[in-house]
């Protein structure tokens, strides 16, 4: 199984700040058809994940500019800018190019 | 809107059997596969389940194969997750989501598993 490294684990963060948080992948994540299958989810406290962002860097409808993902083959990133107290919970990266499909263990993003 | 909705989960003992649901709308159910997502209390997301959409191929997480069975009926646009010989570390909350990237998840249903 493809194994999804998130680091770090938990940020402390102050409102209005940027944050970055990484995802490594034990395989390339591109697929035959040349997408690469990455994903970003956030589970805010006591509600199910939501996804940010797909194949990389392409935001879901309704997800804030301030959010962007970037990367290739192995090695990922999300950065939120401008942290707001909406953004707080635990982010999930998740790849879906190889079965079965895994996630990151998350990183918590919380108030400084 | 897409909209996913789980049901049938509770306390049950272990080595008993539960069966979820997963009602959908907002989309076409018959032409998208499905997926089971349990997280565990204070864990991370596992994939246990897919389904296509037509049935024809099922895949299942070594943790859950041959204990759990996933399923479902086009005609009610239902995903069904039926779970046998159930153990404490099934307990859970289950997730049904439209194959995609995970972009559409149901809200969650808590299954416990204790004596």
């Known amino acids: 199984d493809v194994v999804m490294t998130q680091t770090p684990p938990s940020l402390s963060v102050a409102i209005g700040q940027s944050v970055s948080i990484s995802c490594k992948s034990s395989?390339?994540?591109?697929?035959?058809?040349?997408?690469?299958?990455l994903h970003w989810l956030l589970q805010s406290s006591g509600r199910s994940p939501k996804r940010l962002i797909y194949?990389?860097?392409n935001l879901d409808s309704g997800v804030p500019d301030r959010f962007s993902g970037t990367g290739s083959q192995k090695d990922f990133t999300l950065k939120i800018s401008r942290v707001e107290a909406k953004d707080l919970g635990v982010y999930y990266c998740?790849?879906?190019?190889?079965?079965?499909?895994?996630f990151g263990a998350g990183t918590k993003l919380e108030l400084k | 809107e897409v909209q996913l909705v789980e049901s049938g989960g509770g306390l049950v003992k272990p080595g008993s059997s539960l069966k979820l649901s997963c009602v959908a709308s907002?989309?076409?159910?018959?032409?998208?596969?499905m997926h089971w997502i349990r997280q565990a209390p204070k864990k991370g997301l596992e994939w246990i389940a897919l389904?296509?959409?037509?049935?024809?191929?099922?895949y299942y997480a070594d943790s859950v194969k041959g204990r759990f069975t996933i399923s479902r009926d086009n005609s009610k646009n239902t995903l069904y997750l039926e779970m046998n010989s159930l153990r404490s570390e099934d307990t859970a909350m289950y997730y049904c989501?439209?194959?995609?990237?995970?972009?559409?998840w149901g809200q969650g249903v808590m299954v416990t598993v204790s004596s």
């Open positions: 194949q990389v860097s």
């Open positions: 389904i296509y959409y037509d049935s024809s191929n099922k």
């Open positions: 989501a439209k194959y995609g990237g995970y972009g559409y």
């Open positions: 907002g989309f076409t159910f018959s032409s998208y596969g």
């Open positions: 395989q390339s994540l591109v697929y035959s058809d040349g997408k690469t299958y």
């Open positions: 998740a790849q879906t190019t190889h079965f079965p499909p895994t």
